[in-house]
């Protein structure tokens, strides 16, 4: 029998893809792996609220329909969507000075966020956009989320510290602290270092400790026993317990509105693509599984709708708690569910404990999250296998800590851009030429560069377009009027060409003439179908003839040959 998750065939209905097949045998894990889950999340989830700006409870709110919703209508087996750090960094970074903090008007305009990120969700499912996905290269991501992590972690130094920070942005509230240090609060700040050593002992004893939920509980039972808001650390207050209210987020429905948030939005889509994608490719690899990505668009679609409709903000696919689930045993969407109706009875029954957890808390809780995205190893991974690309890494962290989250999303984006366009404006193209032993090699464009005497075979290895066409002209020219003897023929090869633009087109038509014009005749071979359509339609066949192109190497020498006996 073979076991649900090897090679599994998608089922055909977009309907619990990451449930079924289910083995009953695995449901004894797959619901501890909830309940382990349940434990770790509950307070993340909690604290992620601080980075967003919403209360207490909707972090709860995030890990209900949300995740309930993605479990049942997404593809993947394995993708956890919830409350993230940069989604909730963007959320608040856009809406400071909109609302106050916390306000049912701010929490109105997180949900609207949401909504209108599901939107671009399904719209992009529909119009077959998913392939953003792509336009934040693993470089800028890596950057982008250290930059987050060094925001996070900054940003809830002031909560630690229990002094009052009221500037924007990760400058500002350091400026604040080093003015306020003579208002820290120390029992605040034992309160705080209890909590760090709590979480840092559990982790480092094991992983599958729920270190956060222990500090968590503790520190809830501390206060309620010892009356902490009588020696000045401030507490959470009255948390509302209940389900959610299912309702349309309540703003001016005006395009000004839209058109302020529309950046952010579009922003935070991006975010939710790649990050979601990545995690789930990473992992239908290391299982041997199969998932779709449209699927999954729609499943990231409707789970946002569920935050926007239940009064809560952006929900994303998580690396991390899809880490913690899959280290816990979870193997499908079930241990998410039961996870579900874990968060369900602590929302019905169990949030009026909350009012005496210290604000500290969950501050030293969200510090450590902050200092778990600095990918410290991912940037020196990057420094040492591709110096140039650690800086723009570096640069990405830099506009975010500095600028803002969202400009630095929107600064990742063009890099990756530029890091594209670049790579194509700059191709390493080479000629190929006779090893001693008679065998082909390539080798840089410096003379000698012919393969045998009158025969220059030159390979371009990108796609040729506008950007690189003023590349391909001089070096084609350069080799030409080199040292070597005047080539008879030159062949392009082709094979690393999948497209010529009309720019490139124009160029090849030109080059061929003025070859032409020379006595040297322009050869192609190894050009794949549709290139060849698209040389046809620039007229590029039309200056070289149909017999300059070659399907192979052998026949490209036997045609050299035989001219040259002719």
Avoid at 184 to 196: D, E, M
Avoid at 256 to 276: D, E, N
Wanted: with cysteine.
């Amino acid at each position: 029998m073979e076991k649900p998750g090897r090679n599994r065939k998608l089922s055909a209905l977009p309907v619990l893809q990451g449930v079924l097949p289910l083995d009953r045998s695995r449901l004894p894990a797959e619901m501890l792996a909830g309940l382990t889950f349940a434990c770790l999340a509950i307070p993340e989830v909690m604290g992620y609220t601080k980075i967003a700006g919403t209360p207490v409870v909707t972090g709860l709110y995030t890990i209900l329909i949300p995740m309930a919703l993605f479990a049942l209508f997404g593809s993947s087996r394995h993708l956890v969507v919830g409350a993230d750090s940069a989604t909730a960094a963007i959320t608040a970074s856009a809406l400071a000075g909109m609302a106050v903090t916390g306000s049912s008007e701010y929490l109105a305009l997180a949900s609207l966020l949401a909504l209108m990120a599901a939107v671009f969700l399904i719209g992009a499912r529909i119009i077959g956009l998913g392939f953003l996905a792509d336009f934040l290269s693993r470089t800028v991501l890596v950057g982008f989320l250290t930059g987050v992590g060094i925001q996070v972690a900054t940003g809830e130094i002031p909560g630690l510290l229990g002094i009052e920070a009221t500037g924007h942005g990760t400058l500002a509230r350091l400026t604040d602290v080093f003015n306020n240090l003579a208002q820290v609060s120390w029992p605040t700040v034992c309160v705080s270092v209890a909590v760090l050593g709590i979480v840092l002992a559990c982790t480092m004893l094991s992983r599958k400790v729920p270190g956060p939920l222990i500090a968590i509980v503790g520190v809830i039972l501390c206060s309620w026993a010892f009356s902490f808001e009588t020696v000045g650390i401030a507490l959470l207050g009255t948390v509302p317990g209940g389900l959610p209210s299912i309702s349309i987020p309540e703003v001016d429905w005006s395009w000004t509105l839209f058109k302020q948030l529309l950046p952010t939005a579009l922003s935070i889509f991006v975010v939710i693509l790649a990050q979601s994608a990545a995690t789930s490719r990473a992992y239908a690899a290391r299982y041997d599984e199969r998932f779709s990505e449209n699927t999954d668009l729609i499943g990231l679609g409707l789970a946002n709708f569920g935050a926007a409709f239940t009064g809560t903000f952006v929900v994303n696919g998580s690396p991390t708690k899809t880490e913690m689930v899959a280290s816990a045993g979870g193997r499908s969407q079930v241990a998410q569910l039961t996870t579900v109706a874990i968060v369900l009875l602590v929302i019905l029954f169990l949030t009026k404990p909350l009012a005496y957890l210290p604000n500290a808390a969950l501050s030293a809780i969200v510090f450590l999250i902050g200092l778990k995205l600095i990918d410290l190893r991912g940037l020196t991974t990057i420094y040492k296998q591709a110096r140039s690309e650690f800086w723009v890494a570096t640069a990405t962290a830099a506009v975010v800590v500095v600028v803002g989250v969202e400009q630095g999303i929107i600064f990742a984006m063009v890099l990756s851009l530029v890091d594209h366009t670049r790579r194509g404006y700059h191709p390493k193209n080479a000629v190929i030429v006779k090893t001693q032993s008679g065998g082909w090699h390539s080798k840089d464009l410096a003379p000698p560069n012919q393969f045998e005497p009158g025969l220059v075979i030159y390979r371009f290895s990108h796609g040729m377009y506008y950007a690189n066409t003023q590349r391909f002209t001089d070096e084609v020219t350069a080799i030409a009027q080199g040292p070597d003897a005047k080539p008879e023929w030159f062949c392009l090869d082709a094979s690393a060409i999948d497209e010529v633009d009309f720019t490139a087109g124009y160029a090849l038509r030109n080059m061929a003439g003025v070859l032409k014009e020379n006595d040297i005749q322009l050869v192609f071979t190894l050009v794949e179908h549709d290139v060849k359509a698209e040389l046809d339609r620039y007229g590029v066949t039309d200056i070289v003839g149909e017999t300059a192109f070659f399907d192979s190497g052998t026949s490209l020498l036997e045609a050299f040959h035989k001219r040259q006996k002719t």
